[in-house]
């Protein structure tokens, strides 16, 4: 039975994956998912965030332990997420059995101004320095992350009230994004099983980014056209149709 691990990026939680969870859940009935949160996020708010993305991978196998999930896992991440599950499978490789990673970027594949467009950087430094109510941030976020022509409503009701339960301070965020800016991945591929999901307009991260990895890394590479950053969000059964069709050729 394959075990699979969710994990979301900057600040954000496994309540952030909405109907995606569920629906990814039902592409494969015999597999056990799991989400679980980066201490500073989520359940884990009150918690400080490590400053490095190999800290926030030990929290990561600690919680599985606790839970009494055993490894191989296949992991799939998003953004700082994917930095997470890319250091997780270079230090222990027995544990992963291939990783997906979404809309991502590292050093030293990318320079940082593709990794975090720079029209960006006020509108981040915004989220999580100024003080705003929970609706006007997750408004921001949305625009930042979704090329959906509307908000729609129930998903932008569900984000607020995940903030207001379990907010991420200003402290934990900034961490966050530290860690993210410092990690330098591996040269080579930490797996055999990889496969990038991009969207080629992503306003956040630049999707030449993801082409960078493939290059260097020699892996799997699949674009959407038209999608956001939050690819799970926009285009939830393109991924899982990516993630089945990649599944299926990488099969042992």
């Known amino acids: 039975m394959d075990t699979w691990v969710l994990l979301r990026g900057l600040t954000r939680e496994t309540a952030h994956w909405g109907r995606f969870a569920e629906d990814f859940q039902s592409a494969w009935p015999g597999a056990r998912v799991v989400s679980i949160d980066l201490p500073g996020n989520g359940r884990f708010h009150a918690r400080q965030s490590p400053a490095t993305v190999q800290g926030m991978v030990a929290a990561c196998r600690a919680e599985l332990a606790r839970q009494g999930v055993q490894p191989p896992f296949h992991l799939l991440a998003m953004s700082l997420g994917a ?110 099983r990889i496969l990038l999901l991009a969207s080629q307009n992503d306003q956040l991260v630049d999707s030449r980014c993801s082409k960078a990895i493939a290059r260097g890394w020699h892996c799997a590479l699949a674009l959407h056209a038209d999608a956001g950053h939050d690819l799970p969000l926009d285009a939830p059964q393109w991924v899982i149709e990516q993630v089945q069709q990649w599944r299926t050729a990488t099969a042992p």
């Open 83 to 192: 930095m997470v599950a890319t250091e997780w499978a270079r230090t222990a490789p027995q544990e992963i059995s291939g990783c997906v990673l979404v809309n991502t970027s590292f050093r030293p594949f990318s320079p940082f101004f593709h990794r975090l467009r720079p029209r960006n950087y006020a509108a981040l430094l915004g989220l999580a320095l100024l003080p705003r109510s929970a609706d006007a941030i997750e408004r921001t976020v949305w625009r930042l992350t979704s090329n959906a022509p509307d908000p729609r409503s129930a998903v932008i009701r569900d984000w607020v009230a995940a903030r207001t339960l379990r907010p991420v301070s200003a402290a934990n965020a900034l961490r966050q994004l530290a860690a993210a800016a410092r990690y330098r991945a591996p040269a080579l591929a930490p797996t055999p």
